[in-house]
């Protein structure tokens, strides 16, 4: 199946430092990316639909400057969290969307295995 | 506003026994509804989907049942194994959204022995 990679796993940061993490499609070409974060034993929130070519999408009381997105090409999406501080720490997922497979939809996301981000 | 609804936190069955996992939503513009499993520290995986113009859609143990009138969808699972437990969030998404997804609070199956 499709495979989605994120890295690094874990970080732990200083509060003020930034901190990057990339996710990558595997075997497959993605033009959108989605950025999500979990809040402890909370749903998942959509931050931020990340495109290939262009500027990412932001939700609603996302702050841009803070979360900076870049689709660098078709299998690499990088979100920057700038200036971290402790209410940053969370666990970062992303996803994305693959009509490849037999009989895929577009809907049928695929994501990667997150990144649990500690700013000390 | 939490258009995805997952009421019931946590769901404890006995192996072998049937789980059903309720999700409720509230927007009627939601035309194509996922299941996803979770383990903690992982991305979710995908088991199942539905399109609205269908009722139920089966793959082998799972079933997803959707009741457009009543905006409720349920997953069923059967035979329950432990394997199974996890976090199970049901998603929606709507035609025009670029395959955007919103989540629910998501239910803990746990499958006992």
Redesign the interface.
């Given at each position: 199946g499709a495979v989605?990679s994120?890295h690094p796993s874990r970080v732990i940061c200083k509060s003020g430092t930034s901190v990057k993490i990339e996710c990558r499609s595997l075997d497959f070409q993605a033009t959108?990316m989605?950025w999500?974060r979990q809040f402890p034993?909370?749903?998942?929130?959509?931050m931020a639909?990340s495109n290939e070519g262009s500027k990412a999408t932001y939700e609603q009381g996302v702050e841009k400057d803070k979360f900076l997105i870049n689709h660098a090409s078709l299998t690499l999406s990088t979100l920057t969290v700038t200036s971290a501080h402790p209410e940053d720490s969370s666990?970062y997922?992303c996803?994305a969307?693959h009509m490849g497979l037999a009989g895929g939809?577009?809907?049928?996301?695929?994501?990667?295995?997150?990144t649990?981000l500690t700013v000390t | 506003d939490?258009q995805v609804k997952q009421n019931s936190?946590s769901l404890s069955v006995q192996e072998g026994r049937i789980s059903i996992l309720n999700c409720d939503y509230t927007n009627s513009m939601f035309d194509?509804f996922?299941w996803?499993k979770k383990y903690p520290?992982?991305?979710?995986?995908?088991l199942i989907?539905i399109s609205s113009i269908k009722d139920k859609n089966e793959d082998g143990r799972f079933t997803v049942f959707l009741n457009k009138s009543a905006k409720h969808l349920s997953l069923h699972i059967v035979p329950s194994q432990p394997g199974d437990s996890a976090v199970y969030?049901c998603a929606a998404?709507m035609t025009g959204t670029?395959?955007?997804?919103?989540?629910?609070?998501?239910t803990r199956l746990q499958v006992t022995l």
């Open positions: 989605v994120q959108t989605f999500y034993k909370k749903s998942l929130m959509l639909t666990f997922i996803s969307p939809h577009t809907y049928e996301q695929y994501f990667g295995p997150g649990r | 939490q936190p194509y996922l996803y520290a992982e991305g979710p995986t995908f989907s969030f998404s670029a395959s955007k997804l919103t989540f629910g609070t998501g």
